[in-house]
């Protein structure tokens, strides 16, 4: 399956409550440890739409590689660093063994639903680290709801995907130490890290009281799971805390609250490493946001009783 980045891209996302969070839109220089940065590659893909022989785009040679690195594109190894932007011959036999392949209409150009079907990822839920108290179904439902968030408003689709192994999103629940150099705290503190796509991995601890419906638990310590779902996949796509407080990527979360609405800060940030759906449009609420996001625009207090994420 795609590899959302090509780069290699060192990020994790569990900061301390000492740190100063960065604003969504802000790609950490930590963050990207390539020479091209995402943003780059996927806004290239989209002028990449209705291509077909003879165009020429800056950045088709990453796609050149992606597809020869997936089998589409049979040349000798040694070619594989001489790529050109060019669309020739040899790329849209390319196109068309993948489209093939996705039993897309064979068109040979990179048409709309060939470039969807590129910007697809998958996600698996852990057959071994889940919670027991919480149906499959809740969870699932869940996560489904927070990836639409985020697949409503750049051109990026998610499949859940029964084979964990080969997705691009492994979701589990782990508590304490569980073998990634990153221990969960228990109950509070740290609720869940995230990993690039590269990885993928998205933990979430084990030891917080995890809720689907919080009306339901009686808690006091109930961690809403969409809400943390819905911040951890914008780490999976790439985006680095914001200080828009109210924003989806400020890094903390108060027990027993629900946050799970896109602002204009992560919609601003996310559209700059992909771009927009082709289909988003700011609501009416949105655009009334515009103006309270200037209002919490360096407002970095952070709750002492508020959780890390
Ligand atoms: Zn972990
Ligand atoms: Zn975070």
Redesign the pocket.
């Known amino acids: 399956m795609f590899q959302l980045f090509s780069y290699k891209i060192l990020f994790f996302?569990?900061?301390s409550l000492l740190l100063q969070p960065l604003p969504a839109r802000t790609i950490p220089a930590t963050l990207i440890s390539g020479d091209v940065s995402p943003n780059a590659t996927w806004n290239n893909f989209l002028n990449f739409i209705d291509a077909g022989k003879g165009a020429n785009f800056s950045g088709m040679s990453e796609l050149k590689k992606y597809f020869h690195r997936f089998g589409y594109l049979q040349i000798p190894n040694d070619v594989v660093d001489n790529f050109t932007d060019v669309f020739d011959d040899t790329f849209e036999s390319a196109v068309v063994n993948y489209q093939r392949n996705f039993g897309l209409t064979v068109t040979g150009k990179l048409d709309a639903v060939t470039v969807t079907q590129i910007m697809t990822l998958t996600y698996a839920f852990s057959g071994n680290h889940m919670i027991g108290y919480l149906s499959s179904s809740d969870v699932r439902d869940s996560f489904r709801r927070s990836f639409s968030r985020w697949s409503a408003v750049i051109p990026v689709n998610f499949t859940e995907s029964d084979d964990y192994s080969s997705a691009d999103i492994k979701i589990g629940f782990y508590k304490g130490d569980h073998g990634d150099g990153e221990a969960f705290d228990g109950v509070l503190g740290v609720l869940?890290?995230?990993f690039s796509p590269e990885d993928g991995r998205l933990h979430l601890d084990k030891t917080e009281t995890w809720a689907v419906d919080l009306k339901s638990s009686k808690s006091k310590v109930a961690v809403d799971l969409e809400s943390v779902a819905t911040?951890?996949i914008?780490?999976i796509l790439g985006l680095?805390?914001s200080s828009v407080k109210d924003a989806i990527?400020y890094?903390s979360l108060s027990p027993r609250t629900k946050k799970v609405d896109l602002k204009v800060d992560d919609v601003e940030g996310i559209q700059a490493l992909y771009g927009s759906n082709p289909n988003f449009r700011y609501s009416s609420l949105m655009e009334s946001d515009l103006s309270s996001d200037k209002f919490y625009l360096g407002s970095t207090i952070l709750s002492r009783l508020s959780s890390?994420?």
């Open positions: 996302s569990t900061l869940a890290h995230a911040h951890e914008g780490h680095a805390h990527m890094p890390t994420y």
